[in-house]
């Protein structure tokens, strides 16, 4: 595709449910990213792959967050027993080989709520 | 955490003024750059500047880059209703790692 897709774009989940937010970067793209976005604040880093590797896994907040990019495409963000304070936005960035600059492409992100 | 703090943390101007916004940030970094994100369109990237560059444009934007105040600016020069949304700096200030950390950004609303 042109850009950078994720879904379900909304998602709302009962405590205690687990979710799983998916992200088709651009295609050829070998760098994946997923960042949280509170509301009213900036993005936030979770994780970061290069092709299937994942590299840094540093910002994920707990255990109950897991990534995974098995065929270094597609990548999907999985959080067990969700909580309330869960609730963000979810966003998913590409980029391409050789991006020394660190341009990234985001996609639209993922609203999830946790009621 | 968030490496960076924007200011102001919200700007109104009228159509067709100037809009300056601010960034800080804490710690060594390789590059800065800027994105706008509004409703519509999710996060943008507007520009980047290198650390060892002072000043860049692009189009209507210009940004500068004081390595040694640890600080950027961005100006937005005859500014249009569509320029509405919130902007944001990013380093890749992660000690070599890939991700970059944003700061909270600043809310620019141009009034028609």
């Known amino acids: 595709g042109a850009g950078v897709s994720q879904s379900p774009r909304y998602k709302v989940a009962k405590r205690g449910q687990d979710v799983a937010l998916r992200c088709d970067p651009i295609s050829g793209h070998v760098s994946l990213f997923w960042y949280q976005q509170a509301l009213g604040q900036g993005p936030e880093f979770l994780t970061y792959?290069?092709?299937?590797?994942?590299?840094?896994k540093s910002g994920l907040p707990s255990d109950r967050f897991f990534a995974e990019r098995p065929e270094g495409s597609v990548s999907t963000l999985k959080i067990q027993r969700t909580q309330q304070e869960d609730s963000a936005v979810y966003l998913c960035?590409?980029?391409?080989f050789g991006g020394g600059y660190n341009e990234q492409f985001f996609g639209p992100g993922t609203r999830l709520t946790v009621l | 955490s968030q490496q960076g703090e924007e200011d102001p943390q919200a700007l109104s101007i009228q159509e067709g003024e100037n809009a300056t916004m601010n960034c800080s940030y804490k710690t060594s970094i390789n590059n800065l750059q800027w994105y706008r994100q509004n409703s519509g369109r999710g996060l943008v990237h507007l520009i980047l500047i290198r650390s060892n560059e002072r000043e860049k444009h692009s189009g209507r934007l210009r940004v500068t880059l004081d390595t040694s105040k640890k600080s950027s600016s961005l100006l937005i020069t005859a500014s249009r209703a569509a320029d509405t949304a919130s902007y944001f700096c990013a380093t890749d200030a992660r000690g070599g790692a890939d991700g970059l950390t944003f700061g909270k950004g600043t809310h620019l609303i141009i009034q028609p």
């Open positions: 960035a590409s980029r391409g």
């Open positions: 792959f290069q092709n299937e590797a994942q590299l840094d």
